[in-house]
């Protein structure tokens, strides 16, 4: 699997503007979400279990949290996250797809070229779109580290 490491955001980098597709097909952008702190958990493919739990996970635990979004970002057709929200019960969730170009993948440092997937991450930003907490999983098969996650969207 390659990614391009050296694109990976460190803490401390404002994290660049992306646009990608909601699933409702309109165009969200970063600076949609602007004054408020995001979680960005980013996956290979919501249709398996491991990228469901990482969805489910964050999503209970933080979507209720004042002036923060949990924004799930993978390479699945927008079709396919809208599916997946309906079926788990999630219709609330923000689900962005990078499809089309990958270039949010691209610029974020987890587009797995070779499958034209996201690699694993976990990237909070605060109301500036500043970088506050990155873990970037080598293995798309581990699980992210949810309560160091949840503690730094907190911490702001």
């Not at 799930?72 to 996250?81: R, Y």
């Not at 788990?88 to 499958?115: H, K």
């Not at 798309?140 to 730094?152: F, G, K, L, S, V």
Request: glycine fraction near 6%; charge should be negative; proline fraction near 3%.
């Amino acid at each position: 699997m390659t990614v391009a490491a050296d694109k990976q955001l460190q803490v401390g980098d404002t994290a660049p503007d992306f646009t990608l597709m909601a699933s409702d097909l309109s165009q969200k952008s970063l600076s949609d979400f602007a004054g408020k702190k995001k979680i960005l958990s980013i996956v290979p493919s919501i249709d398996t279990g491991l990228c469901s739990t990482q969805t489910r996970t964050f999503n209970q635990e933080l979507s209720n949290l004042e002036d923060t979004v949990v924004i799930t970002i993978s390479a699945d057709l927008p079709f396919a996250q809208q599916k997946w929200c309906g079926v788990q019960g999630l219709d609330e969730a923000i689900m962005l797809s990078d499809y089309y170009d990958n270039g949010f993948g691209q610029a974020y440092g987890v587009l797995m070229e070779e499958w034209h997937l996201l690699a694993r991450a976990v990237l909070v930003l605060d109301q500036q779109n500043q970088v506050t907490y990155t873990q970037y999983l080598d293995n798309i098969n581990a699980e992210p580290d949810y309560q160091a996650a949840i503690e730094a969207v907190k911490a702001i």
